[in-house]
């Protein structure tokens, strides 16, 4: 299960909307993510980013999952300085960025910062005090 963070790894304090987890670093924390992100969608009534959030936190993760040994922290904000934008963090205890990289067509991975880049509005990483945030950007409809 999933718990209300504290602190999540290099958040940077915003105004507005905000909802975060941090899960322990184990495979069933993509699920669990993915379960939460679209359960506050829903709660905020941003239904029609429910596919694609979900899925860009899932690739996310799993990068964390993959590369880190501890928390992962989700956080989803709607800045009350930018309307109509949903702010997505995710952060890990590797300070080190991930690097976006071209995949072949016969890797089974490599394709989710891809992703990230190929859907988001915007999206960027910053260091943390312990670690790192990936962030990204979508447009919420109006």
Not at 24 to 53: C, E, F, M, N, Y
Request: contains cysteine; hydrophobic residues 40%; proline residues 8%.
């Amino acid at each position: 299960m999933y718990s209300l963070a504290r602190e999540v790894i290099g958040v940077i304090d915003t105004d507005g909307d905000c909802v975060e987890w941090t899960f322990p670093a184990d495979p069933g924390a993509v699920r669990t993510a993915r379960r939460a992100v679209r359960g506050q969608l829903h709660a905020w009534g941003l239904d029609s980013l429910s596919d694609i959030t979900a899925l860009l936190v899932s690739e996310l993760v799993t990068n964390a999952l993959r590369h880190a040994t501890g928390p992962i922290g989700v956080r989803l904000v709607l800045p009350a300085a930018l309307a109509g934008v949903l702010r997505v963090e995710v952060s890990d205890p590797l300070p080190d960025p991930p690097r976006e990289r071209v995949a072949r067509p016969e890797d089974e991975t490599g394709r989710g910062l891809q992703l990230v880049a190929s859907s988001a509005h915007r999206w960027g990483t910053r260091p943390g005090d312990t670690g790192k945030t990936v962030w990204f950007e979508l447009a919420v409809p109006g």
